[in-house]
C-alpha cells in the first residue's frame, strides 16, 4: 500500500513558522504556554489538541514547539495541486473522514501507515481528535481514531509512544490583539494499554479515547450545560478579582492567562457542585443572578461600574486617558491612513469566507492570512512609492514606523472607546436614583454574601469538614 508522508522540506517549514509566528504575533496581544515542559522534546510524540480555531490552531501549535510537527489535517485543504503540494512540503498528512467522502475511508489506513512512517523515525503528529472544528468553546466528543493511530503503533512497533494532550484557550478569537493560552497536559504512556489492546481492542481503544477526552477537558474550560456555562459566566464578572487576591488554589508560578484559566475552572467545579448537591439553592442564586444581570443590561452598565459605585470611584483615569487622545492623535491618523486598504482587504475577506454563522470559527484563521496578504501587499506598495521620492535611510525609517504606527492606532482607538466609556458611565451613575443605586449595591453585596457562603460549603466537602450552620438547600 503506498503510504502519503512526505518529510517536510526543512527550511520551507522553518520560513513557514516563522512567517505564521509573525502574523500571529501581531493577531494575538499574547499567547502563553502553560507547562511548556511537557511539550516533549523528542521521540514519538502525537499531540492532542482540542478544535475550537480552524487552521489557527494548528498554526498556534507548531509554533509553541520547537521541534518540527507533522499535522493530520483533512483532504478537503489539499483540493489544488499547488495547496496539496505546498501542505505536503510542510509535512501535513492528509485524513478522508466519512463527511468527506464515505466511499473512499480506505484512505483512513493510508494516513495510518504515513503517521507510523513519522513516530518510526522518532517525529511528531499534531492531530484534532474532535474530528471537526467548531465554534463552542466546550469540547465535542473525541472520535476513536487517535486511540486507534496510537494503539495500533505502539503494538507493531513498541517504540514508547506517548500522547500529549493540549488546550487551547482563547480569551476572544474573533477580536483583533486577544490573548491564547497553549496548555500541555501529562502525557499518556500507550505501552499501559497495549497488554488490554492485546486481549480486546474495542475496550482498549474505548478506554484510551475517554482517559484522553477527561484530560482534555482538564486543559480548558469545559462547562457542556449551556445553562450553567452562562452562571460560571457571571459568577466569574463578579467573583474572579476577589478569588484572586484570596487565591489558595494556585500553588504554583503561573502566567496571567494560566491564573484566569485555572481559577475559572474552580470556579466552574463550584457552580456544578451547587447545582448538583443543593438544586434549589442553585436555581435560587441564578434567578438572583438574572435579576442583577437584566439592571445592568438595562441600564448599560458592568459589574466593574457597580463596584466602582459602591468604591465611590471612577474605574478608569479619565485625565491619563484625555492626554493619551490628545498626545496620540497624530501618531495614530498616521498609522490608520496606512491601515486603512489592509483593513479593507480584511474585512471584505471575513464577510466573504466567515460571514455566515456556522463559519464563524474560521474569523480568525481568515483574518490571519488576509492580514498577511493585505498588509505586505500594501505596506511594500507604500514603501516602494516612498523610496522613489526619499532613498534608503528614510525609506528604512519609515517601513519601520508602518508597523509601530498600526499598533498605535489600535490601541488608540480602543483607548478612546474606554474614554467615552467612562464619561457615559459617569453620567448614568449620577443620574441614577438613589433608590436604583442602593438597590443594585445591594442586590451585588447580596450576590457575593451567596457566592462566599456556597465557597465555604463547597470547599468543606472537598476537606471532608462539616459546614458551620444549616444547609439551605
Same mark, same amino acid.
Given at each position: ?45 502525537? *499531540? ?10 494548528? *498554526? ?30 510542510? =509535512? #501535513? ?37 474532535? =474530528?471537526?472544528? @467548531? ?22 512497533? %513498541? ?75 457571571? #459568577? ?41 448537591? @443543593?438544586?434549589? %439553592? ?55 491612513? @496606512? ?45 516602494? #512609492? ?48 438613589? =433608590? ?31 459546614? @458551620? ?5
Amino acid at each position: 500500500m503506498a503510504t502519503m508522508a512526505q518529510a517536510p522540506t526543512p527550511w520551507i517549514y522553518r520560513i513557514v513558522r516563522g512567517v505564521m509566528r509573525l502574523a500571529l504575533g501581531f493577531y494575538f496581544a499574547r499567547i502563553e504556554r502553560f507547562h511548556a515542559e511537557r511539550a516533549l522534546a523528542d521521540g514519538p510524540v502525537l *499531540f492532542a489538541s482540542n478544535h475550537p480555531n480552524s487552521l489557527t490552531d494548528g *498554526f498556534v501549535v507548531a509554533c509553541s514547539m520547537s521541534r518540527q510537527v507533522h499535522f493530520v489535517a483533512t483532504v478537503e485543504i489539499f483540493g489544488s495541486r499547488a495547496g496539496a503540494a505546498f501542505f505536503r512540503r510542510c =509535512g #501535513v498528512i492528509p485524513v478522508n473522514r466519512l463527511k468527506d467522502n464515505p466511499r473512499a475511508m480506505r484512505a483512513a489506513l493510508q494516513t495510518f501507515e504515513s503517521c507510523f512512517e513519522v513516530l518510526k523515525d522518532g517525529g511528531a503528529i499534531a492531530i484534532f481528535p474532535e =474530528g471537526v472544528t @467548531h465554534d463552542d468553546p466546550q469540547l465535542k466528543d473525541v472520535k476513536t481514531g487517535s486511540a486507534r493511530m496510537a494503539l495500533e503503533f505502539e503494538q507493531r512497533f %513498541r517504540a514508547g509512544l506517548r500522547i500529549v494532550p493540549v488546550g487551547l484557550v482563547f480569551s476572544a478569537k474573533q477580536r483583533y490583539r486577544s490573548n491564547a493560552l497553549v496548555h500541555f497536559g501529562e502525557a499518556i504512556r500507550i505501552d499501559e494499554y497495549i497488554d488490554d489492546y492485546a486481549a480486546q481492542r474495542k475496550p482498549a481503544i474505548r478506554a484510551l479515547t475517554a482517559d484522553l477526552q477527561t484530560r482534555l477537558e482538564s486543559l480548558i474550560l469545559h462547562v457542556p450545560e449551556l445553562e450553567l456555562s452562562r452562571v460560571v459566566d457571571a #459568577v466569574k464578572r463578579l467573583y474572579l478579582d476577589r478569588l484572586r487576591m484570596g487565591n489558595i488554589i494556585i500553588q504554583e508560578p503561573v502566567s496571567a492567562q494560566a491564573e484566569n484559566l485555572l481559577l475559572t475552572q474552580a470556579i466552574a467545579d463550584g457552580v456544578a457542585y451547587t447545582f448538583r448537591e @443543593h438544586p434549589q %439553592r442553585g436555581r435560587r442564586f441564578r434567578r438572583r443572578l438574572e435579576r442583577y444581570e437584566s439592571w445592568l443590561e438595562r441600564l448599560r452598565l458592568t459589574d466593574r461600574d457597580v463596584a466602582d459605585l459602591e468604591a465611590g470611584t471612577l474605574r478608569r483615569p479619565v485625565l491619563q486617558e484625555t492626554a493619551f487622545a490628545i498626545l496620540g492623535a497624530p501618531v495614530a491618523a498616521y498609522g490608520w491612513l @496606512h491601515r486603512l486598504a489592509p483593513l479593507a482587504v480584511i474585512q471584505w475577506a471575513v464577510r466573504r469566507f466567515a460571514g455566515r454563522e456556522e463559519s464563524q470559527a474560521q474569523v480568525s484563521t481568515t483574518a490571519i492570512i488576509a492580514g498577511l496578504a493585505g498588509f505586505t501587499l500594501f505596506y511594500s506598495l507604500y514603501i516602494a #512609492v516612498f523610496y522613489q521620492f526619499a532613498g534608503w535611510s528614510w525609506t528604512v525609517w519609515y517601513a519601520v514606523s508602518l508597523p509601530l504606527s498600526g499598533l498605535v492606532a489600535h490601541y488608540y482607538t480602543q483607548e478612546l472607546g474606554r474614554l467615552r466609556g467612562s464619561f457615559r458611565v459617569a453620567a448614568v451613575l449620577l443620574g441614577l436614583r438613589l =433608590g436604583t443605586a442602593q438597590r443594585l449595591r445591594r442586590q451585588r453585596a447580596a450576590l457575593l454574601e451567596e457566592i462566599e457562603s456556597l465557597r465555604a460549603l463547597y470547599r468543606a466537602t472537598l476537606t471532608g469538614d462539616r459546614p @458551620h450552620g444549616p444547609d439551605s438547600s
